[in-house]
C-alpha cells in the first residue's frame, strides 16, 4: 500500500495531501489486520482491549503481541498432552569412589577447552522471602556469599588447577535478567573474566485463562511466563550458543540449575566419567533410601532412559528392593548432567510435548491489576527430562548426599538457607580435620582455594 501510493506521488501536484491519506489509509489497514488476526484465533478480551487504547498505547501492545506465536498456544490449549502408561526398569549406577582417575582425565578435558558450563537460574527468590534473582541470595555463610558467587568460585578453583577459563553460559528469566547482570557487573564478575560469563534469555509463552484467552500483564503487554527448564534447549540454539560451542570445539556440556548451594560445577569426575563412557547424558544422582521421599529418580521408561516423578512410581515398584535391602528404584536426580554436544544439538531441534499446569494467574482487567486468590488458568511448559527419550543410552554416577545435594528452594525447615549452610560448613569441617586443621565447626574454607579438600595443607 505504501508503495503504490509513494508511485502515485511522483505523478500528482498534491503530493502531501495524497500521502497523508495514504498513511491514514496504512493504519486502518493495520488495525484492520490486528483485529481480523485475534478473531482468528478467538482472543475477544484482547481485541476488545485492543479498542480501548490510544494510538500510541495500541503500538505498543502491538510489539507485545508480536512476541506470542498464537497458532502455538491454541494448538496446546486445545490438545492437552497425554502421558501414556511405561514400563519403568531401573537403572544401574556406577557409584563413586576414592579413585581419581575421572577427576584427572576430567582435569585434562577441561585444559584441552573441550567442556562449557550451562547454568539455569532464571527463578527468583520469592519463596525465600528475597526480593530479586534466586542466585542473588545470601545463605548465611560466614563470608555472606551469594548462590552465584559460590559457584562461580569454583570454575575459579578450577582454573587454579587447569589454567583454563571455561566459559559459563546463565540463562536468565525476562524478568530477572537485567538484575542478574548488574548484580555481576557490580561484583566486578567476581574477578571471572567476563568474555567467560555469558548470559541468555530463556523464551516465553503467554499465560492463558481456563476459557482460553490470554491473559494481559498491563496496559500494553501480555502476561508472558518462561516455557519451563526444557526450554533451555531452543533458547541455546535461538542465542547462536550452540554454534558457537560447536565452533570452539566443546565436547562436553554440564548444565545444572541454581538451586544447589553445594554444587560441584564442572565436577571434573562426571567429566571424565562421561568420556569413559562415551553415553549422551551422563547424569549425577544420590541414593534414595526413603521410599516415600518426593524425588524425581533416573530410570528406563519403555526401553528407554527418563526420569520417572514420585507420582508415577506405583507403590510396589516404590517399595521394591534388591538382594542387599536397598530400594530398587533408588538413583535420585539431583539435576546435574553432562550432555555431549552432538546430542545436545539434536535436542534443540525435538519437537517436546508441552504440558499444562493449573495456575493462579495475576492479570491486568483493563482497569486494575488482579492478584488470582485460586488458580484460574494455565502455564505451558516444557521439560527437559521428556530429551532422555531420545538419547541412545545414559550413565549414573551415585554421589554421596551430604557432600553433593543440598537444595535452597523453602525458607525454612528442609532444603532450606539452614540446611544449606550446614551441609556446606559440615563438608569444610571434615576437609580441615582431613588435614589435621583445628578450625571449629562453623570455618568456611574459600571456594577458590580448594574444590574438593585439596590444597590445604
Known sequence: IETYFLFLCKYFNKRLRIYYRAAILYNKLEVIYMIEFLTQYKQHDLINHYHSLDDTDKKLFEESLQEVDFKLIQSIYNNEHHVEASEIKPIQSVKLSQD????????????????????????????????????????GLPSHKSLFQIQCERLICLHSLTNTYITWYIMTSHDNHDETVSFFESNNYFHYPIEHIKFFKQD????????????????????????????VFTSLKNSGILNEMKHNGIQYVYLYGIDNAIA???????????????????????????????????????GKPGIVEYSELSDQLRYMRDTEGKLLYNCGNILQHVFRLDFLEKCASIDLPYHKAFKKINYFNGHNYVEAKEPNGFKFELFMFDVFNYANDMSVLLVDREKEFT????????????TAREMILNEHHRWL???NLGFNNDTEVDFKLSYKGENLK
Open 407 to 418: 537444595p535452597v528452594k523453602n525458607a525454612e525447615g528442609n532444603d532450606s538457607p539452614n
Open 264 to 302: 560441584k560445577v564442572c565436577d571434573p569426575t562426571l567429566i571424565g566419567f562421561a568420556d569413559e563412557t562415551q553415553n549422551d547424558i551422563i547424569s549425577k544422582a544420590v541414593e534414595k533410601t526413603d521410599p516415600d521421599e518426593r524425588v524425581g529418580l533416573m530410570c528406563y521408561k519403555n
Open 100 to 139: 581419581d582417575s575421572y577427576f584427572n582425565n576430567g582435569l585434562k578435558l577441561i585444559q584441552q577447552n573441550k567442556t562449557a558450563v550451562v547454568l539455569m537460574a532464571g527463578g527468583q527468590g520469592t519463596r525465600l522471602g528475597h526480593h530479586g534473582p534466586k542466585g542473588t541470595f545470601d545463605i
Open 204 to 231: 516465553r509463552l503467554p499465560l492463558v485463562f481456563v476459557d482460553g484467552q490470554v491473559a494481559l500483564k498491563g496496559p500494553t503487554e501480555v502476561n508472558l511466563a518462561a516455557n519451563g527448564n526444557g526450554g
Open 433 to 435: 580435620k582431613e588435614n
